[in-house]
């Protein structure tokens, strides 16, 4: 996938780009996927697809950025699970002069 150009409006780039963890506090949703209203494009996405996800990539967590959160980051354990399945990290503190949010860094630690 060529990331070095404008991201379409459609297709896979705006896609992982512009979609988003639903809010549910479950993570459930009646859709694998649904369209993402409060962007105009890409979607939304819960626990079955993230989970399914997950796993097929021997994967912990996703993390995202792209999505203002208030505190700067935002973990997403959809109810049943102690580490977040998504994290979303914003580094932009008050975006656009006007959010009031904060910024955050992800500081991974590797221990062996």
């Known amino acids: ?9 459609t297709g896979s780039l705006c896609d992982f780009l512009w979609s988003d963890p639903t809010e549910n506090a479950s993570g459930y949703m009646g859709n694998f996927y649904e369209f993402n209203d409060s962007r105009g494009c ?3 996405f819960g626990l ?17 950025a792209h999505e203002v959160e208030f505190e700067g ?12 399945l998504v994290i979303t990290v914003f580094s932009a503190p008050n975006y656009c002069g006007f959010h009031g949010n904060k910024g955050a860094v992800l ?5 062996n």
């Open 48 to 64: 079955q697809c993230t989970t399914n996800f997950l796993n097929s990539n021997k994967l912990l967590t996703v993390i995202r």
């Open 107 to 111: 500081r991974i630690k590797v221990t």
């Open 42 to 44: 890409a979607y939304y």
């Open 73 to 84: 980051f935002r973990g997403f354990n959809w109810g049943n699970n102690t580490f977040p």
């Open 1 to 9: 996938m060529n990331r070095f150009m404008e991201v379409p409006e």
